[in-house]
Nanobody, 127 residues
Framework: QVQLVESGGGLVQAGGSLRLSCAASGRTFSRYTMGWFRQAPGKEREFVAAISWSGGNTDYADSVKGRFTISRDNAKNTVYLQMNSLKPEDTAVYYC????????????????????WGQGTQVTVSS
């Protein structure tokens, strides 16, 4: 069992930065592929970024590539999402999630493949 708690969301002006954190409970955190998703009002939950268990592999949605960076610290059971050059269209509730399947399965794009979810943190970018 893994419990995930996100933090770091807030209100920021366009062009600004935020760093989201996701703290995980459980001794097996390092075994999980970790992902970040977001959901804007009236829209489906969408993939943002994923990272392999070791942190050696990452992938991003095209909409955030070059602006967002996912990282993890397995010693601290924490995954991060550094968000730079924020745009109003980045406004959403951001969720972290843990997937038991290997990163190399390519399943990390799909919300249904994840086993555990956090409660979400609101990010609002004003223009």
């Amino acid at each position: 069992q893994v419990q995930l708690v996100e933090s770091g969301g807030g209100l920021v002006q366009a062009g600004g930065s935020l760093r989201l954190s996701c703290a995980a409970s459980g001794r097996t955190f390092s075994r999980y592929t970790m992902g970040w998703f977001r959901q804007a009002p009236g829209k489906e939950r969408e993939f943002v970024a994923a990272i392999s268990w070791s942190g050696g592999n990452t992938d991003y949605a095209d909409s955030v590539k070059g602006r967002f960076t996912i990282s993890r610290d397995n010693a601290k059971n924490t995954v991060y999402l550094q968000m730079n050059s924020l745009k109003p269209e980045d406004t959403a509730v951001y969720y972290c999630a843990a997937m038991g399947r290997t990163y190399y399965s390519g399943s990390y794009y799909y919300p249904n493949e994840y086993d555990y979810w956090g409660q979400g943190t609101q990010v609002t970018v004003s223009s």
